[in-house]
């Protein structure tokens, strides 16, 4: 998540802090506004949140492509029908993806992004994709599954995705094959740029530097070529 923010994605606030020997993560409510009120405490908005899940009317037992999930095609086709600036969260959306894919988090399914909605009513209803808030490393832990919850084009597993994979996806999303490919490309290059500058004093997360590295390189040369 740190790196997320630090290579230009939209993502939630975190830090990892430990008690009595266990790790956890904290992660600051993006869902909420704190607005200023006259001579008093500011005023908190709470924002609706609906994942891609309830958004589509499939219940988290289902969350998996696999198991009868939202697709891709089916994430960004949602986003053109309700998001009230649908290029921007288009384009927050494929970058999510790229990420998902060069940082090796395989769990990314339909519960793992959502709309955010602000006002009422048709003429005032503000929907927007929300940031990044669940992303972690699954390739590392051999206990977990090798495939990703949500397909790119028609592969599952992310050691095998190509090119030829993200411009399928591109088709299914309306957007540019140039585009998606040089994307993946520009996101590589940004996420290794970021790498130094994440500073994490845990075992776990000096492993996954070297690996996170290695997976962006090998996308970098491979969609640059």
Same mark, same amino acid.
């Given at each position: ?11 939630? $606030? #975190? ?19 704190? &607005? ?22 499939? #219940? ?19 986003? &053109? ?15 999510? #993806? ?9 769990? $990314? ?60 996806? $591109? ?9 998606? &490919?040089?994307? #993946? ?19 776990? $997360? ?15 040369? &491979?969609?640059?070529?």
């Amino acid at each position: 998540m740190k790196l997320a923010a630090a290579a230009g994605l939209s993502a939630a $606030a #975190v830090e990892t802090r430990n008690v009595d020997g266990m790790d956890y993560l904290l992660v600051e409510r993006y869902d909420r506004i704190h &607005r200023p009120a006259p001579g008093g405490e500011p005023v908190v908005e709470r924002l609706h949140q609906e994942d891609f899940c309830q958004a589509h009317g499939i #219940v988290p037992e289902h969350k998996y492509q696999k198991e009868g999930g939202p697709s891709l095609k089916q994430c960004f086709a949602l986003l &053109r029908e309700v998001s009230i600036a649908p290029v921007i969260d288009l384009a927050h959306l494929l970058d999510a #993806v790229i990420y998902n894919y060069l940082v090796g988090n395989n769990d $990314a399914h339909g519960k793992n992004f959502s709309l955010l909605y602000r006002g009422a009513g048709k003429e005032n209803l503000v929907i927007r994709l929300s940031p990044i808030y669940d992303v972690v490393n699954t390739v590392y832990y051999p206990e977990l599954s090798r495939d990703m919850a949500m397909r790119i084009g028609d592969e599952y597993l992310s050691e095998k995705v190509t090119a030829k994979n993200f411009e399928q996806l $591109a088709e299914e999303a309306g957007l540019g094959k140039p585009l998606v &490919r040089s994307r #993946v490309a520009e996101l590589s290059e940004k996420v290794i740029a970021a790498l130094p500058k994440v500073e994490i004093a845990h075992p776990v $997360a000096e492993k996954l530097t070297p690996l996170i590295r290695q997976r962006s390189e090998n996308a970098m040369s &491979r969609f640059r070529s």
